[in-house]
């Protein structure tokens, strides 16, 4: 039975302005957005997505590939590259839903049918398994990916800033060197310390701090279970604690993984000694985060594995990647 999904997504900018009002048509379509062009139109392409997928968060994906495949599923009949200008869009329509395998019906008969392969076990795996498509952040993964000649890697820009909402682990002239302490190895992902623009914003939601705590805070660093570099982040703040290199020395911290929306009720409460979570590097978020000191930690991006002689990658507005075969 064809599933029709009518999905409502939050487009993030990747730059401070607004997108233009004015459509174009397709072809008119800024060259530097396209950052591989295809080769052919295949019948099917098999893609991999590397983190997990729950349909209740299609008005605010929690991950990359949740922001890349319910872009593609997006009710939305309008398309905004990655400058802003718009073109017609026709969202795909899912052909079945099913645990780790999502199939979308060619558009017309032009375009490939798509098979999403969902997560789950090492995604080296998913290469040998002849995928076309993989989009994912694992540094193994891609260098693995590159040692093929049958594959190549696109980088997708810096869009998302992990932050640390919580007592700030260093002074802040220290910050930017922290975070390049972070990324030189401590994080299994395409890391950097964080740069502008929000290194120097991370402040902004400072006249809309929540109430004071009256409760006991525990001691454990909280992140969004899914994310890797999330994860690797709150597991070496903690290390860094223990040896008096973050915090000023906070002994008997610990790192704990919930998932997302357990997360994000705990992130309100402020129970707890810290938080480690992303946001896009364009804006800051007050109403998701209220805290008296958010420290940018590191800037983010995925990339994505791609057969050679397949589908094309272009970025469309917000730095979400897309496929295009034409």
């Known amino acids: 039975m064809r599933l029709s999904l009518r999905l409502?997504?939050?487009?993030?900018?990747?730059?401070?302005?607004?997108?233009?009002?004015?459509?174009?048509?397709?072809?008119?379509?800024?060259?530097?957005?396209?950052?591989?062009?295809?080769?052919t139109t295949p019948d099917t392409v098999y893609v991999g997505l590397t983190q997990p997928i729950d349909s209740t968060n299609a008005a605010n994906p929690t991950n990359d590939a949740?922001?890349?495949?319910?872009?593609?599923?997006?009710?939305?009949?309008?398309?905004?590259?990655?400058?802003?200008?718009?073109?017609?869009?026709?969202?795909?329509?899912?052909?079945?839903?099913?645990?780790?395998?999502?199939?979308?019906?060619?558009?017309?008969?032009?375009?490939?049918?798509?098979?999403?392969?969902?997560?789950?076990?090492?995604?080296?795996?998913?290469?040998?398994?002849?995928?076309?498509?993989?989009?994912?952040?694992?540094?193994?993964?891609?260098?693995?990916?590159?040692?093929?000649?049958?594959?190549?890697?696109?980088?997708?820009p810096w869009t998302r800033t992990y932050i640390f909402a919580g007592p700030p682990p260093v002074g802040p002239d220290d910050v930017r060197a922290f975070g390049e302490r972070l990324a030189d190895g401590a994080v299994r992902g395409a890391v950097r310390a964080a740069e502008l623009p929000f290194l120097l914003e991370h402040r902004a939601c400072a006249n809309e701090v929540a109430p004071a705590v009256a409760d006991p805070v525990r001691?454990?660093?909280?992140?969004?279970?899914?994310?890797?570099?999330?994860?690797?982040?709150?597991?070496?703040?903690?290390?860094?604690?223990?040896?008096?290199d973050a915090f000023g020395g906070e002994a008997g911290l610990r790192a704990i993984g919930l998932d997302p929306e357990v997360f994000a009720d705990t992130l309100m409460t402020r129970r707890d000694f810290g938080y480690v979570l992303d946001l896009p590097r364009s804006r800051l978020d007050c109403r998701r985060v209220s805290f008296e000191s958010l420290t940018p930690l590191v800037d983010a991006r995925a990339s994505v594995v791609v057969r050679r002689g397949g589908v094309g990658i272009e970025v469309a507005w917000g730095g979400t990647a897309r496929l295009v075969w034409r």
């Open 219 to 244: 001691p454990q660093i909280v992140y969004p279970n899914g994310q890797n570099i999330a994860r690797d982040l709150a597991e070496r703040l903690v290390a860094l604690a223990g040896t008096g």
């Open 8 to 39: 409502l997504l939050t487009l993030l900018p990747i730059a401070a302005c607004a997108p233009s009002s004015a459509p174009v048509p397709s072809a008119a379509l800024s060259s530097t957005c396209r950052l591989l062009e295809p080769s």
């Open 66 to 156: 949740e922001r890349f495949l319910f872009s593609a599923l997006s009710d939305s009949t309008e398309y905004v590259d990655c400058n802003g200008r718009r073109s017609d869009a026709v969202p795909f329509v899912v052909d079945s839903w099913l645990p780790g395998r999502i199939v979308t019906a060619s558009r017309n008969e032009q375009d490939p049918v798509i098979v999403y392969w969902i997560g789950g076990g090492d995604p080296r795996d998913l290469i040998d398994r002849n995928a076309d498509v993989l989009l994912t952040e694992d540094v193994s993964v891609l260098e693995y990916a590159a040692s093929r000649e049958v594959f190549e890697v696109v980088s997708l």
